[in-house]
């Protein structure tokens, strides 16, 4: 299986492979829909309090590189948890995924 996470890191941006599942695909004609929902692996900078998952934040939709061909749209939600201690919401921090990936700190910003 490693092989071809490999690949498709080539493919995709790494970052969907690490952090997001895959729920759903959709082709329709030359048009391509990948679905992605984050993991419920809450960040490593918030790991000291006790985070429960609450749910996603508005899906948001991305157009990617073309693909053979196909036009190719992403559609990301992202994950968002409550620290039960403070009460405070707790979310992945995209600025500092972006500086250990190829991620853009434009496309990080986007996904703010």
Do not use: C
Not at 80 to 96: A, I, K, P, T, Y
């Amino acid at each position: 299986m490693d092989n071809y996470l490999d690949f498709i890191k080539m493919v995709l941006p790494s970052f969907l492979v690490d952090y997001f599942d895959l729920i759903k695909s959709e082709k329709h004609g030359e048009v391509m829909h990948l679905y992605f929902e984050e993991r419920n692996t809450p960040p490593k900078e918030n790991s000291f309090g006790r985070l429960m998952s609450k749910g996603f934040h508005k899906e948001i939709t991305i157009q990617d590189f073309p693909l053979r061909g196909h036009r190719v749209f992403l559609h990301v939600k992202r994950r968002r948890w409550l620290d039960q201690d403070s009460g405070h919401v707790v979310e992945r921090d995209w600025n500092l995924v972006a500086q250990g990936t190829r991620m853009t700190k434009e496309f990080a910003a986007f996904l703010k």
